[in-house]
């Protein structure tokens, strides 16, 4: 007998009544899209688990995968036997000797099998005197135990695991709709994607660059961070906005002190419009209250005035350690701090406005139309869709 499964819990998507079904199917679609790498493995659904078949693949490699995927609340390896009771001894025999170094130990029996005829405690005496038996110098410990085996007896087999692996928690990437996030290249926008993501969020990116006041490197640093978060979330399509006539525009026609808000407003108006062709229901942006003049909540009141879509802001309560320490945590950190300048710092006020009056900004907006570009901006989007380190030119629909 081997450890040949990997048994995944799901956590809050119990809860989910109704649509419970349509989640766990994206989780086993998101689970299947994650360990792509690995050709032998199969994902099966029970009711309340699901379980990796390993036939013959690593362990390891995949369990950190696994790691990245939302939905899981923990998973196991385990081994499974048929709904026999000697075989269902022999696999706690087995786990418990490929513990050898543990001294003391616990059985654990979950019956969610109610036809099996013996019920959950009775097992637990009969398992743990079996192995009693058969292993020397070993004594139980129901309070603290350094090992404990855990028996499920499901429908079909039984499973029999002895550590759990904490998983990622959340919801399936792809359960809660789709949201265009602002990336800027910076610290902040990549972590406030993750967290959407740990949502259920689909993600599609929108990036405003600025040649050739912004580089090459620049828009290959969105591109990089967009890579490490299809670790998490399956494929992501880019909207690489060029920004340049736009920016010259506002910054030669919007005195200096509210450039930087009109800019905020006139990128919102070109995210409303492709979300409208992307048929996205929000926006989400890397924002945290206070950070830098656009985001108080004055500039966030006036700013917002021209979309009617939602914007997200995950990191409106964050301190700035907080946002750093998480973007360590998913790899994105390093490459945010690559010294290549996105438009928004290109383009930087001496003394940016903090406190913005609506009535204001109107009135500067109202002698400047900047429809023209605006349209001229949208036909020269570029759209690409990346899947980890691969970088595609067709439609979102044909990589899914």
């Excluded at 599609?204 to 580089?215: D, K, L």
């Excluded at 995210?271 to 992307?278: F, G, K, T």
């Amino acid at each position: 007998m081997t450890y040949d499964y990997i048994l995944v819990r799901y956590g809050e998507l119990g809860l989910k009544g109704k649509n419970m079904r349509q989640f766990i199917i994206q989780l086993q679609r998101n689970i299947k899209a994650a360990l792509w790498a690995f050709p032998n493995i199969r994902v099966n659904r029970t009711q309340g688990r699901l379980f990796v078949e390993l036939h013959g693949e690593e362990a390891e490699p995949i369990i950190e995968e696994l790691q990245k995927v939302y939905g899981i609340h923990s998973m196991s390896l385990a081994i499974k036997v048929e709904n026999e009771l000697e075989e269902i001894k022999e696999g706690a025999l087995t786990a418990m000797e490929q513990n050898e170094d543990k001294k003391t130990f616990k059985i654990s029996v979950r019956r969610a099998n109610k036809a099996f005829p013996i019920g959950s405690q009775e097992m637990n005496q009969i398992l743990g005197a079996y192995v009693l038996k058969n292993v020397n110098q070993l004594t139980v410990d129901v309070h603290q135990p350094e090992i404990e085996i855990r028996v499920e007896i499901r429908e079909r087999a039984t499973y029999i695991t002895t550590k759990n692996v904490d998983g990622a928690g959340g919801l399936p990437v792809g359960t809660a709709g789709k949201s265009l996030l602002l990336l800027s290249g910076g610290i902040d926008s990549p972590v406030a994607g993750h967290l959407m993501m740990k949502r259920g969020i689909q993600l599609e990116m929108i990036h405003f660059h600025s040649p050739p006041f912004t580089s090459e490197r620049a828009k290959q640093k969105v591109l990089d961070l967009t890579k490490v978060l299809t670790e998490y979330g399956g494929p992501i399509k880019v909207h690489l906005v060029p920004f340049t006539a736009l920016q010259q525009e506002i910054f030669k026609s919007i005195p200096e002190r509210y450039a930087m808000t009109v800019m905020r407003r006139v990128m919102l108006i070109v995210s409303e419009r492709i979300s409208e062709q992307e048929g996205i229901l929000s926006l989400t942006t890397g924002e945290s209250l206070g950070q830098v003049a656009s985001q108080t909540l004055a500039s966030m009141n006036v700013i917002n005035e021209v979309t009617n879509l939602p914007i997200l802001r995950p990191l409106v309560a964050l301190d700035k350690s907080d946002i750093i320490s998480h973007s360590h945590t998913i790899g994105t950190y390093d490459i945010s701090i690559r010294p290549y300048e996105d438009c928004c710092t290109v383009f930087v006020p001496k003394s940016p406005i903090t406190n913005p009056k609506r009535d204001i900004v109107q009135a500067f907006e109202s002698k400047v139309d900047f429809s023209q570009q605006i349209e001229h901006a949208l036909e020269e989007t570029e759209q690409l869709v990346i899947q980890r380190d691969t970088i595609f030119d067709p439609s979102f629909d044909d990589i899914l």
